[in-house]
């Protein structure tokens, strides 16, 4: 078929200066507080979490270094040029054949998750140290993010906790600014209890240029929370979402139509021009459905989120 080319106004070609420009300062982490949008236009980047490949690597009962190769060259397959790893693929006896397959697959890991146990000072001050380390590793590889979900604890946090923990995110932030790296926040469903208590403190309570956000949608559904309130309410925080979907509150094998309408997430981010991550993240559990195998289920899934974010 062939391809229609229009010209471009002055006005285009100076936006599309501008957004390359943009590009390339959010690569060197010189962009301020957020990346949520830009004047030169909607331009998310696409990804994917590679969570549920550890799912699949516990059922074959395969070790993370055994199977790393093999997840990472699958995603290259499927067609994602980006992923998002945890800090699991870069302990000692793993980092070294992850370094290999990232190389091997020219796969870019522009952000990465780890745990982090802040609402003690002296557990916090570990995790601190440890993501640290963490990032001075993974930086040198193109990493630019830090991605974190606070632990929960059994008991409830109590507001002297909740503060604490805040504190600790304000200074791993900060700390992580010194390495050349940001920090975003995730959350699962503890946070979100109490009409999502512990998030709306930590958006309350933690400095927007240090603490940007990561919202999982699919989580946020299930802790009882409106997605597109749950957006607006983040604001310019928002770096990166996670999205998966299900039906009949069961998660999906692949990233499709399902319980949550993805269509008014993305008509959001196109109305503020987001230009931040979108990460798909499959996972299982025990009632999903699995079909077809897991390079065909991220494929699939690829496909989806280019056509629902207009990609």
């Known amino acids: 078929m062939g391809i229609l080319v229009k010209k471009q106004t002055r006005r285009e070609a100076l936006a599309g200066i501008t957004k390359l420009a943009g590009a390339a300062l959010l690569g060197e982490g010189l962009l301020p507080k957020t ?16 969570y549920v490949w550890m799912q699949h690597f516990q059922t074959q009962k395969k070790t993370l270094g055994a199977g790393v190769e093999e997840a990472l060259e699958a995603i290259r397959r499927a067609g994602y040029a980006r992923v998002e790893l945890t800090s699991d693929f870069f302990l000692p006896g793993v980092r070294a054949k992850t370094l290999a397959a990232l190389k091997k697959t020219e796969l870019e890991m522009p952000t990465i998750y780890t745990n982090a146990t ?4 002296k557990v916090a001050e570990k995790s601190i ?30 507001d002297d906790e909740l503060n604490t923990q805040a504190s600790y995110l304000n200074k791993l932030g ?19 209890t109490e009409n999502a208590r ?5 958006l309350k309570h933690t400095d927007a240029n240090l603490v940007s956000c990561c919202v999982d949608v699919e989580w ?26 299900s039906k009949a ?11 949550i309408d993805y269509t008014k997430v993305a008509a959001y ?43």
């Open 174 to 192: 900060g700390e992580l600014q010194k390495h050349g790296m940001r920090l975003m926040v995730h959350h699962h469903t503890p946070e979100l």
């Open 118 to 121: 802040l609402y003690e000072t």
């Open 220 to 245: 946020a559904v299930r802790g009882k929370q409106e997605p597109l309130a749950f957006l607006r309410e983040v604001g310019d925080r928002l770096v990166s979402l996670h999205i998966r979907n």
């Open 269 to 311: 981010l196109k109305e503020i021009n987001y230009v931040g991550y979108l990460i798909v993240e499959l996972a299982y559990e025990p009632k999903t459905q699995i079909t077809r195998s897991l390079e065909e289920d991220l494929r699939l899934s690829r496909l989806n989120a280019e056509k629902v974010f207009g990609l």
């Open 249 to 259: 509150g069961v998660w999906m094998e692949y990233f499709g139509d399902g319980d």
């Open 35 to 50: 990346v949520l949008s830009s004047p030169a236009g909607y331009s998310p980047m696409l990804s994917v979490e590679i």
């Open 198 to 202: 512990e998030w709306h403190h930590q």
């Open 129 to 158: 140290a440890d993501a640290l380390e963490l990032a001075d590793t993974v930086k040198e590889i193109g990493a630019k993010w830090i991605l974190t979900n606070p632990s929960p604890k059994r008991e409830r946090k109590t």
